[in-house]
């Protein structure tokens, strides 16, 4: 695994404008980064990242399956008991869905190791799907990257195949696309996910989360006053659960993406339950709920994470006793839970994370984010890679 730098496309700018890449810089600071790319060989992405991945990902869905017959353990993951059935029956009856990112430290060498699971409201799809790609065509077609240079990309493929799949599971619906406003990256991801739903020949509408009402029968409907049965929400499933109009969820007739079930898996109270149910397992970190430290030995040094937390917000490394990096955010009132520290890889001054996408249970490819610090937040930078 090595960062290779290389020169920027001359134009990228104006194609990221043709292409409606309008996050591409944000507050003034790059996100995309094609400054330099992150070089892999087959076996690095087979053995350390692809097949881990759906391992993982199926250990996963067992911690779904023990915790939804658990209350005990739905309290753990702080879920409102009035919301328990909720989660269960969408578990229980087979919610389908569409895709997830795992978190990864790799450094090219050893085991990759678990961060995160980011299962509900993931975001860099289109980067990853279809920015990056281009960016490999056009660099192979100008002859600055090889012929044979590859990248570890069928995202975009299979998210098009997934909706058709979907689809299939859910006929006779129109399919409704939220996110917040006052958000251009939210609105960029929706925008591309919509897109690929319409390639797969669904119907389509978008609104934004702020805009969704209800009708006198309690159905939740768009401005246009159209009852909404399915809809893509890019918004965190723990909101909506103590929300107002939760009171409604799994009283109408409508289908999620992503389905209830994925707020346990997007909970950072995953992490310690993995480690129970296979501990030692190569691919984990050792991570306790708080009230269990005394199980973590002697560490002195942990990495201290809310149960609740988006785009690295409120995280913190511990070293004997004291706090050497820490995030700001407005999480944190639910609980932590406490991960041994394992460094991100540094290539020069930068700390580089994998993330793992997967569609239908399948791996399909990876982003590659930097920071230069050991904490990946929302403004870490992008970068492409490539496999040769």
């Known amino acids: ?23 591409h810089s944000m507050y003034g600071e790059r996100y995309w980064d094609e400054r330099a790319y992150y070089q892999f060989s087959l076996q690095q992405i087979e053995e350390g990242i692809e097949a881990p991945t759906e391992e993982i990902h199926q250990m996963c869905l067992a911690v779904v399956d023990k915790v939804v ?7 753990r993951f702080c879920i409102p008991e009035r919301h ?26 050893g085991h990759a190791k678990l961060y995160e699971n980011n299962a509900d409201t993931p975001t860099s799809v ?10 490999l065509k056009d660099n192979v077609d100008a002859g600055i990257l090889p012929r044979k240079a ?28 939220a996110s917040c406003k006052d958000t251009e990256e939210d609105r960029g991801t929706v925008q591309y996910l919509e ?9 389509t509408h978008f609104v934004y989360i702020e805009d969704i009402g209800r009708d006198k029968h309690g159905n939740f409907s768009d401005l246009k006053d159209q009852v ?48 129970k149910m296979y501990p030692n397992h ?38 004997n006793a004291s706090e050497i990096a820490a995030s700001s955010g407005p999480y944190g009132a639910e609980g932590f839970i406490y991960q041994a520290t394992y460094m991100l890889p540094r290539f020069g001054e930068h700390y580089t994370l994998i993330g793992s996408w997967l569609v239908d249970d399948q791996a399909a490819g990876i982003s590659v984010r930097e920071d230069s610090g050991p904490i990946t937040q929302d403004m870490s930078r992008y970068l492409p890679h490539i496999i040769l």
């Open 150 to 177: 590859d990248q570890f990309n069928s995202l975009q493929e299979k998210l098009v195949n997934r909706f058709k799949d979907l689809q299939f599971l859910t006929p006779d619906r129109e399919l409704h696309f």
């Open 195 to 203: 897109d690929c739903a319409q390639a797969a020949g669904i119907d």
């Open 84 to 109: 328990w059935d909720f989660l269960r029956n969408s578990w229980l009856n087979g919610d389908p869905s569409l895709y997830s990112r795992i978190d990864l430290a790799y450094s090219g060498k």
């Open 282 to 319: 190569p691919n984990l970190l050792p991570t306790f709920f708080e009230d269990e430290l005394h199980l973590a030995g002697n560490s002195d040094s942990m990495v201290k994470k809310p149960l609740f937390s988006r785009e690295g917000s409120n995280i913190s490394i511990v070293r």
């Open 69 to 75: 017959s658990d209350e005990q353990l739905m309290r």
């Open 1 to 23: 695994m090595l960062r290779m730098p290389i020169k920027e496309r001359p134009d990228w700018e104006a194609r990221a404008d043709e292409f409606g890449f309008k996050f």
């Open 228 to 275: 909404i049965s399915w809809m893509f929400k890019l918004y965190p499933w723990e909101f909506m659960l103590e929300e107002e109009f939760g009171d409604y969820l799994g009283k109408n007739n409508i289908r999620w993406i992503e389905p209830p079930w994925k707020s346990i898996i997007s909970n950072k109270a995953l992490l310690p339950m993995l480690w």
């Open 126 to 135: 289109y980067e990853t799907g279809f920015w990056q790609w281009l960016w």
